[in-house]
């Protein structure tokens, strides 16, 4: 009797099965299975169109998405990475604006040197959203003694904005007064970079802890829908800043 040579050689196509003495009257013996058609693989990853995220309460659009936080009738649209880096400092806006409801909406951290370019263009901006701004061109009253007042700015801020530019990496790696509010914010959750004219790598060689903070990025976004975004960040309901009453 002949033995089925599939073990040994296989019989992957129709030929190989006709070579075996076992096999090639016209059995489909042991190990055979017929020819399988070959697709090259493509040179790309395919996307879905639909971006094939989450979304956290809207939905996504060109791998998009609408966080729980966002308005319905939004203009913006955010990656899920945003998303992701966005969330724990929502949760913050939210009990603090519960527990003090007097604060400002955030702190801006600049560099000296754009304090009338990027800095006040971006301050400007989130003013128009209703966003309420602590801006050291602004709240230092001349002859006040300035770190000082920082520690006041910061004290009384919700959250934290750090207008990341090349001049602002200059400030931290001399340890200027950048460093120490960047110390300050990064000891609490409420920290959201904001990238502009630089990448994370450059940020990742003078602040590793920093760039490990994910943010906001004018490289995707113009700096006008930044500060959307940072206003609907910010914004809370008005019964989420009433005070806890207990039930009788």
């Not at 006040?120 to 003013?127: G, I």
């Not at 976004?221 to 989420?240: P, Q, Y």
Request: aromatic share 6%; hydrophobic share 35%.
């Amino acid at each position: 009797m002949s033995l089925c040579t599939a073990p040994v050689r296989g019989h992957r196509t129709a030929s190989a099965a006709a070579a075996c003495p076992a096999c090639r009257r016209g059995g489909r013996g042991y190990g055979y299975s017929p020819p399988r058609p070959y697709y090259p693989q493509p040179d790309y990853t395919p996307r879905s169109s639909s971006g094939g995220g989450a979304s956290s309460g809207g939905g996504a659009i060109s791998g998009r998405t609408r966080p729980r936080w966002s308005p319905s009738t939004s203009s913006v649209t955010y990656t899920p990475a945003e998303v992701r880096a966005l969330t724990p400092v929502r949760r913050t806006v939210e009990v603090r604006a519960r527990q003090e409801p007097d604060l400002c909406d955030v702190f801006l951290c600049h560099a000296w040197d754009d304090r009338r370019g990027a800095a006040t263009e971006l301050h400007d901006l989130l003013v128009a959203e209703g966003v309420s701004v602590w801006f050291s061109e602004k709240d230092i009253v001349l002859g006040q003694p300035f770190m000082r007042e920082i520690d006041r700015g910061l004290a009384k801020s919700r959250t934290g904005l750090v207008l990341v530019t090349p001049a602002l990496l200059k400030r931290v790696d001399r340890r200027g007064v950048s460093d120490k509010e960047l110390s300050e914010l990064l000891a609490r959750d409420l920290l959201i970079p904001v990238v502009h004219e630089t990448t994370y790598d450059e940020l990742r060689r003078v602040s590793p802890l920093l760039a490990s903070r994910n943010g906001l990025n004018t490289a995707d976004d113009s700096m006008a829908d930044i500060a959307t975004k940072i206003a609907e960040l910010v914004a809370v309901e008005d019964d989420l800043t009433a005070p806890l009453t207990s039930a009788n």
